[in-house]
């Protein structure tokens, strides 16, 4: 039941105010300024004893995995890294007693991460699921884990999951954080910044329509290429997939700085850029950036917490912390890629060649 919409796609970029709502409920302590994850299975001095993070997923699970280890590092202060499951199953790691294994899938079926949990398992290794479907493979082959509560997922490609997942590591990364070196003054400002969330959501749903006009817009491009910087640069990636996905228009996702290393060759007016511009500490080098490729008449659709003077566009979104800001830094280019895929007629719940979960190797 698509409930009053065309697709489950727009129905499941709808629903992320209450889908997130739901991954941050019963889990918040006000009074420790922490959060309690009841599957964990892990106590505070084994906790303490980690000293490396290492992610798995695949597609947007893996993306979802990167912000979820800068979370993990910002806020815990643990080296972390996120991996897609395959690569790490296939090259022969080498598997740490000290390492927290995350694996990250929304179905809770993909071959690649189970084998590679397998593989953790049988390695004498401590793996934990950040997953949606209850009771699903990866899920029973855990030692514990994160339920990421976004509900079912019905449109091929992954919008609430990668959002649920997101907060869901901002909750692991909190949990571990207060365990650790996090103080209660910075447990609480990330507490009051999970709670802003789900009305900031709905505030960004609210601007579909600009949204969709500027989808119109960009529409036409043959090629897009998506740049940000530390925490920009996973939510680049998830965009540049999404679009792809759906639109089947190429796109690229690049480190900001990593533009003039190569792919500002491929800036001209017929390759728009999407840039991720959050008020921190690196605004000054996004703009650099965007300066750059303008001088190279490319086009630019900004991201960011205000107008930014450099971008033919801006989309804004309301600021959180720092540490949160990729969340909603998502959310418009969800519906970006959405309108561009209806406004080229795709088949939006079902692109060509893409199945719902992948269950072979
Ligand atoms: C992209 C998408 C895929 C999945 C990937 C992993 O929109 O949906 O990239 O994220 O196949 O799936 P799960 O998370 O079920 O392991």
Redesign the pocket.
Known sequence: DMGGHDTYMHKEISEQADAVDRVLRGRIDEKFSTVHLGGLNLDAREARGIRRVKIL?????YHAGLIGASLIEGLARIPADSEPASEFRYRNPVVDPDTLYIA???????YD?LAAVQELKRKGARVLGVVNVVGSAIAREADGGVYVHAGPEVC???TK?FTNTVVAFALLALHLGRIRDLSVADGKRIIEGLRRLPGQIQEILESEEDIKKLAAEYANAKSMMFIGRVRGYPVALEAS??LK?ISYIHAEAYPASELKHGPLALIEPAMPTVAIVPNDSLLEKNRAAMEEIKARSGRILAVAHQEQEKADHTIIVPKNEDELDPILMGIPLQLLAYHTALALGRDIDKPRNLA???TVE
């Open positions: 997923g695949c597609g947007t699970s990250v899938s929304q179905s809770g079926e993909t991460v091929v490609v992954s999951c997939l999404k996905e719902k979960s992948v």
